[in-house]
Every structure is written in C-alpha cells, then in structure tokens.
C-alpha cells in the first residue's frame, strides 16, 4: 500500500481570485457525507486497491486536510456535532441508542445517559442556513430525530431516525418510508444522488445547501454482482481486500462524478463550495486503516481521524494540501462565514477554516473529544481497542499539537502520545512524560468544566472484576 500522505506537502502563501468577504458571492454548498469511509479508503489518501478517480479529482480541485477529525467516533454522536456546531457534552448525544452497551457484568462504572435526538432548541445549520436565504434540502441518512424537516431542511429524501438503510436495504424496493417509485433493483446510491441533483436544478436563483448524507458505505455491505467480481479478480493486501466493500465505494465515487457533471454542465462549478468527509472512522474488521489503530467506536486516531475534502473553484487553491488540524465542528462556522449570517447566542465550539481555505495561517489550537459511556466490541480479534471487550470506555481525549492524552475513567487510567513519531499509538509515554501529562490534564479538566462534560462515577453493582 502507497502511503500518499506522508509526503504531501502543505500549502502557504496560495492565493485566491475573488474576495471572499462578499457576501454576494455566497456559495451553493453542496456538503457529501460517506458513512464510515474510513481514513485510508480512497487513491488520495493512500489506497491502490479501491478505486475513487472522481474522489482524487475532488482533491485536485481543492484542499485536502491530511489531520482531520469528526467530532466523534460513531455516526449520530458525530453527525449532531455537525448539524448543530456543539461538541458531544452540549447536546448530549454520545451514542447512537442505549449507553450501556456490552455485558454488564464488565462494565465497571455506570454510564451517564444518552439522548438519541437533537433537541429542536439547537439551532442547527441548516436553520442557520435558511435564516440567510438558502434552500436547504437532506438526501440519506439524518439518524437525529424522526423528521429532519423540524430542524430546517425544506425537503428530506430517505432521512429518519434510523441509522443504515436495512437488510438488503441498497437494492430497491428499498425500506425507506419515503423512496417510492423505485425499479426493483435500483441503487439507493444511485436513487439519492438524483434526488439530489433534482434538487439542485429546482432550486432557481436561490442559492441551496445540499446535504448528501449517504447511507452508503455501513453496513449491511450491498454491491452489484459485477463490482464484485471485478474486485475479487483485483490483486489486493492485508490491509484492503473486501470485495462488497470496494464495490460501495466504487458507486459511490461515481455518483461525485455524476454530481461534478451536473455542476459543471449547469454552470454552477464555480458557484458551489463542496465539502467531502466522513462521519467518523472506518470499521477496520472491514478495511484495515494501518498505520492508524482501531477503528470505528474507539478514541484512537483510527475511529476519529477522517478524509477531509474542500472544493470551490476560483476561490479555493487547486490542488493544495493542509496539515492544520479541524474538525467537523468547523464547518458550521464556516459556513456563517461564507454565507454573512449573523446568529445572535450561538455558541460554537468549532471556528471558522476560511482564512485556511484562502491558503493563509491560523494558530492551531486543542481538539476534545468526550465519550463518558460504553460501546461493546466489533470484532476482538482486529478491533485493537484497549481490551478485547469494548471499543472504548468511557473517557477524554485532548489533541494538542503532537501530543494525545487519552483519559480512561474506570481506573483513573491514562496514555499518552506523540503523533508525530508515533501515529499508530503504540508506545505509551505517560511514564516518561509526566510533565506533559499534567500539562494536557490541565487542558482536559478546563475544558470538561466549561463545557459541564458528564463524568460518570457511581460504582456498576453488576461489575465483576477479572481474575488474574
């Protein structure tokens, strides 16, 4: 496997055409969202088995960010993160469903409570969006309430509570309520990206926030016939090599070709800001995301670290990459921004990346990640969590600089990194750099009291401790 990553470069000093404090060049926004594409899973970002011209095109257009993260580590926790610009302590979604998750008996703290829908007070981002006169519109999964229409799209296709799209779920007839008149056999891929595209042509003169949140590629893992056999008969490795999986990300790299074909035909390219991410880490039982540990559900960089992708034409740098770290809790500022809206006591905890997408510098700053509840094991054999029981258990992670301190609450339990020298984590210097333990310490329990984080500490009467 080519490692792309370790030898792009990073941008400064690029420079951009047009001034973008105008807020008559507000943007369309067309925001694509692949659920559990995993950081290493397209040609851009290091992988020579599956196959993404159009994702690597995105990259050409754009900017890549090389450190970026989803505000949490599974889908509704990470996906509220961005609709509402909050990190998880404010709106309290940590989760998706109950947060006693695995066997009770191993659980050693009683979790704090987990909410499972975003509460209509949260002024979300397409309320945000709406107030400065777009029309907004969700195509797949929204996974934080029953009806996404109560928190400002103006239309929804395929978005409910639920959290993938069923068994047999991405062929037509399909389980979503709302996708009617579909051919059996069709691709819900296929089915939302031209809804989507319907959406953008009916939008007129006004200017539109198109969120594309595919189902696509969690699981049930669903693919054509022939995909799969084209990536069976493909020579793979160790670390890439499902075949079902390579051929969802096939559909849906060629679906972002179908939506560049229409933006540049509409004449609309260079009208249009383009954001391409992930909600969170790939399942690494599924596609192995080396050099990053675990996966999908846990606090190392495998489970939040993500593909971050910015297109605008004339307005962002082809073909630039960037190490500044971000999060999916940028967005929301950023697009107040791009948009000139001016919402009173809204408070964010992401900031905006404009003065970064116009190739200048900002001062990095800390990265927090809060998960005071349990999420059981996927696979124990290829998860590489912290035990084979459980992806992650409840605690605290800061990333400052190229230091990770990773706080675990059952035991008072600590490790620490530096990811510059040790990306995948496996060398715990928390013995050796007390200093900086107790410096990052510091940073964490400021931020958990200004954010009123939930720390569970009552005592799990079920709890029985391990024998020796």
Same mark, same amino acid.
């Given at each position: 496997?080519?490692?792309?990553? %370790? ?40 992988? #020579?088995?599956?196959?993404? &011209?159009?994702? #690597? ?14 505000? $949490? ?6 996906? $509220? ?15 998706? $469903? ?12 009683? &979790?704090?409570? /987990? ?19 777009? @029309? ?11 009806? &996404? ?14 959290? /993938? ?16 008149? $579909? ?92 954001? %391409? ?30 593909? %971050? ?17 971000? *999060? ?83 035991? #008072? ?7 510059? *020298? ?16 107790? @410096? ?8 958990? *009291? ?19």
């Amino acid at each position: 496997m080519k490692f792309c990553l %370790f030898i792009l470069f990073i941008v400064s000093g690029c420079s951009v055409t047009k001034p973008i404090n105008d807020t008559s060049l507000r943007p369309n926004i067309l925001y694509i969202n692949v659920d559990d594409l995993g950081w290493m899973d397209s040609g851009v970002y290091g992988s #020579d088995f599956y196959e993404t &011209p159009n994702i #690597d095109r995105l990259a050409q257009m754009g900017m890549i960010f090389t450190k970026a993260y989803a505000g $949490a580590s599974n889908c509704a926790p990470s996906r $509220a993160c961005l609709i509402s610009g909050q990190n998880t302590p404010r709106h309290g979604i940590f989760t998706v $469903a109950n947060s006693d998750r695995g066997v009770a008996s191993t659980r050693k703290l009683i &979790p704090v409570a /987990n909410n499972e829908v975003l509460h209509d007070s949260v002024i979300t981002i397409a309320e945000m969006l709406q107030q400065a006169g777009y @029309r907004t519109g969700i195509f797949g999964k929204w996974h934080l309430g029953e009806n &996404p229409k109560t928190q400002g799209f103006n239309v929804n296709v395929g978005g409910s509570h639920r959290g /993938n799209p069923g068994r047999k779920g991405y062929f037509a007839p399909y389980n979503l309520h709302d996708l009617k008149n $579909a051919t059996d056999g069709e691709n819900l891929t296929d089915r939302l990206t031209d809804e989507a595209i319907q959406f953008m042509k009916a939008s007129n003169k006004q200017p539109f926030f198109t969120y594309l949140p595919y189902y696509a590629v969690h699981t049930p893992l669903q693919t054509t016939a022939t995909l799969e056999k084209k990536y069976r008969n493909k020579t793979a490795n160790q670390y890439q090599n499902n075949a079902v999986y390579a051929g969802m990300i096939e559909t849906v790299d060629r679906n972002i070709g179908l939506l560049l074909a229409y933006l540049k035909q509409s004449g609309q390219l260079e009208k249009t800001l383009i954001i %391409f991410t992930s909600d969170n880490g790939g399942i690494r039982d599924i596609s192995n995301q080396d050099p990053l540990r675990a996966g999908k559900g846990s606090y190392y960089e495998g489970g939040i670290r993500v593909p %971050f992708i910015f297109t605008w034409k004339g307005q962002i740098q082809p073909n630039t990459t960037n190490n500044s770290p971000i *999060s999916n809790l940028d967005i929301y500022p950023t697009l107040m921004e791009y948009t000139g809206s001016a919402l009173k006591n809204k408070l964010l905890d992401g900031i905006s990346l404009v003065p970064l997408l116009k190739g200048e510098t900002i001062q990095n700053r800390d990265l927090f990640f809060h998960f005071p509840i349990y999420l059981q094991a996927y696979n124990p054999k290829t998860d590489q969590g912290r035990d084979p029981l459980f992806r992650t258990r409840p605690g605290t992670v800061v990333i400052s600089g190229n230091w990770k301190l990773h706080h675990y609450f059952e035991n #008072d339990e600590f490790e620490l990194y530096d990811l510059n *020298s040790d990306l995948g984590e496996q060398h715990n210097l928390i013995n050796s750099h007390k200093e900086e333990k107790e @410096r990052l310490l510091q940073k964490m329990d400021a931020w958990r *009291s200004n954010t009123n984080a939930p720390v569970p500490t009552v005592l799990n009467p079920q709890y029985q401790k391990p024998q020796e």
